[in-house]
């Protein structure tokens, strides 16, 4: 009866493979689906074109004739990362001044499609992109979205909304003077096509134009990620609804403040609200100590992956001295205070997710969302499971996306990596992904 069956099921995946071409199918590893079901041992994946047929087992799910075989044996198999806060259009580079200045006219061709190939050959096949010229921004989006360049399936932002930007930052940081202009600063956001609006320095805005923004994104139905550098950009974002909080605290107050907790345990317990997002961003600073002084991760050449020999040089040169960098001056002040502060997070009930400020001064696309994986396991004491579902199914969620992404489940796209060795145990292999498929396709 059981070869009948598997007849009937084999007859029906020839007749569909016929329909909509070949089947591949991954085999052989411990598959950590993104949902809460327990690790599947001895995976089979089944994929049609861009999306995944059947997930079963060597015993349960035959490889039908003709498959193209990946064999994933020995390996651990996962959704493919999502990286939630990534700067397309800067790559590691010390002088924030100096690289506005010069690299504008490189951003689309070159700086921002190496960001995104290099965050799709670290197995991160989703990404939020947030901030960037708004031209920019949309057509290297359109551009991974239509095939033409390799890149993670992108959310972006565009300009970063504030209320003055610095002098030379305007081409992707915009000012608003009063509410009229919020809603006008939104609505060209959304006209253009982005998938989210960012909002900092909402301290120094009225209540007003905070509020303005936050609505009239909501109207476009468009989710708003806020700065929460300092507590009364936390307490002004919360008031006015965001959706999602970006990083653990500039300031060096050892811990948020009571106000700020019992408001995040309020708005989180408001089930009608839906689900507050926090997407701390912790790495680059935890780390910060070490990095400095051990820094042969720079001497590295997998971060120089679709840049310019010039521009790999001119990045070099300006982390000659990793200890002078100013953008981590205050870090010896913050550093104490980040293992309490993203308990206090934990604690108050949001939900994390995975992201990592990648691009800013030695935090390469190449590399940093394994290192905050491997900070949240090793050295804050998240579940590893915890925090891969902070790299998979979440940032799907957040991004209004599960439905196909997020999870390795029958009729989502095939975004899927694999890993030598048993990722649960020791989360920093993801340092090293040995299979990536995105909708489908292997690229690495």
């Known amino acids: 009866m059981r070869s009948v069956v598997w007849g009937l099921v084999l007859g029906l995946l020839g007749a569909a493979s016929a329909h909509a071409g070949p089947i591949t199918a991954l085999v052989g ?3 950590v689906d993104g949902t809460l079901r327990e690790p599947i041992r001895d995976s089979v994946i089944l994929i049609e074109g861009e999306r995944i047929t059947a997930v079963g087992t060597v015993d349960t799910l035959p490889v039908p004739a003709g498959a193209k075989v990946i064999s994933t044996e020995g390996m651990t198999v996962l ?8 700067h397309l259009m800067i790559n ?11 690299y504008p006219p490189r951003l689309r ?6 960001s995104a190939l290099q965050l799709l050959h670290a197995g991160v096949t989703g990404a939020r992109d947030l901030g960037g ?34 002098p030379g930052t305007e081409l992707f940081r915009w000012g608003v003077d009063s509410p009229g202009d919020a809603r006008a600063k939104v609505r060209r956001l959304a006209q253009a096509g982005v998938d989210v609006v960012k909002l900092i320095d909402q301290d120094q805005m009225r209540d007003a134009e905070v509020q303005a923004i936050v609505d ?31 990083h653990t605290g500039l300031a060096a107050s050892p811990e948020y403040p009571e106000d700020i907790v019992a408001a995040l345990r309020e708005r989180t317990a408001n089930m009608a609200a839906g689900p507050l997002f926090w997407t701390p961003t912790i790495e680059g600073l935890y780390n910060f100590p070490y990095t400095v002084k051990n820094h042969e991760f720079i001497d590295a050449d997998a971060w120089h992956e679709g840049l310019s020999p010039d521009t790999v040089a001119d990045i070099k040169r300006s982390l000659a001295h990793p200890e002078r960098i100013s953008y981590f001056q205050q870090t010896p002040q913050r550093w104490p205070t980040l293992k309490r502060k ?31 994986l491997d900070v949240w396991v090793n050295q804050l004491g998240v579940p590893p499971i915890d925090a891969i579902r902070a790299a998979t199914y979440w940032p799907a969620v957040a991004m209004k996306a599960d439905k ?3 999870s390795v489940v029958e009729g989502k796209y095939a975004d899927i990596i694999a890993v030598k060795g048993d990722v649960l145990k020791q989360v920093a292999l993801l340092q090293r992904v040995d299979v990536v498929v995105k909708h489908g396709v292997q690229v690495k």
Not at 140 to 166: C, E, H, M, Y
Not at 218 to 244: F, Q
């Open 29 to 31: 590893g411990t598959l």
């Open 79 to 86: 959704p493919g990362l999502w990286d939630m806060h990534v």
């Open 92 to 102: 590691g580079h010390a002088d924030y001044d100096y690289w506005d200045r010069t």
């Open 109 to 114: 061709n070159e700086i921002m499609p190496a």
């Open 133 to 166: 010229p708004l031209e920019d921004s949309i057509a290297v989006r359109d551009a991974i979205n239509a095939g033409k360049i390799p890149g993670p399936t992108l959310f972006v932002s565009g300009p970063f909304i504030q209320k003055k930007p610095s």
């Open 216 to 246: 009239e994104a909501h109207k476009h139905k468009l989710p708003v990620v806020a700065h929460a550098h300092r507590p009364e950009e936390i307490r002004r974002a919360l008031k006015a609804g965001v959706d999602c909080l970006e």
């Open 342 to 372: 993203f308990q206090q997070l934990r604690d108050s009930g949001v939900l994390l997710l995975v992201g990592t400020d990648s691009g800013i001064p030695m935090k390469f696309h190449s590399g940093s969302t394994w290192n905050e």
């Open 404 to 406: 196909d992404y997020g």
